[in-house]
């Protein structure tokens, strides 16, 4: 199995998520802005050990098992610095999750990171569609989706962090998105 690679963008650098990312995550990560239309699986209030736990029990194992690909999210101005995550998963209907700390939220950088890592699944990983789940209240993940040209799917209802909404899925293709590109 190939090994997950350090993606760049125009001011950011994905690097493949390590233990040692930890500390990181957990200064970054537990933030009612940040987890509040996440999953609900994401434990709440988050223990003191969450973000090792996460990746020492389920992101590290599953990149190890080849079934996702997690990076970390740096600005190329200040490396040693994390600043959120963003994933990719062969998971049926949720295939890419991600997220920023709140001081580095609402400038663009995800759409930087996503279009990165999308760019990887159609094209290394050779996958022909790309779908996400999204909480209808999450206003910057739907533009980000709206965007990027991908097509609602589907509509439910889901459990997350902040209650339960309304849920939509998002969907584009490979062809899709070779044409955008
Ligand atoms: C969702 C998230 C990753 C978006 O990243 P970002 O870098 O802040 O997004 P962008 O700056 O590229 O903004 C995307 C769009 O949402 C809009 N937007 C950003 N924050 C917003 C807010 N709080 N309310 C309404 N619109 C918002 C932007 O104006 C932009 O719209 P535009 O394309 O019309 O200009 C980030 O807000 C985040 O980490 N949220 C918490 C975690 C999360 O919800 N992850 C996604 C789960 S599906």
């Avoid at 609402?106 to 050779?126: D, K």
């Avoid at 209802?157 to 584009?172: Q, S």
Wanted: aromatic share 10%.
């Amino acid at each position: 199995m190939e090994a997950t690679p350090t993606l760049y963008t125009e001011r950011l650098i994905l690097r493949p998520l390590e233990l040692a990312d930890a500390d990181a995550i957990q200064q970054q990560f537990p933030h009612w802005e940040v987890v509040r239309y996440l999953n609900a699986l994401v434990p709440w209030p988050y223990p003191a050990d969450g973000a090792l736990m996460y990746l020492r029990h389920n992101a590290l194992p599953a990149v190890a098992r080849g079934e996702e690909w997690h990076w970390s999210i740096r600005l190329k101005s200040a490396p040693g610095q994390l600043i959120g995550n963003i994933s990719l998963m062969n998971e049926q209907d949720n295939n890419r999750g991600f997220w920023l700390g709140p001081k580095w939220q609402g400038s663009g950088l995800m759409s930087e990171a996503s279009a990165a890592v999308t760019e990887y699944w159609f094209t290394v990983l050779g996958r022909t569609v790309l779908r996400v789940p999204k909480a209808t209240p999450n206003i910057a993940s739907r533009r980000l989706s709206e965007r990027t040209g991908m097509r609602l799917v589907g509509t439910d209802e889901g459990r997350f962090v902040g209650g339960v909404f309304p849920k939509e899925t998002w969907e584009i293709t490979r062809e899709e998105w070779l044409a955008r590109r």
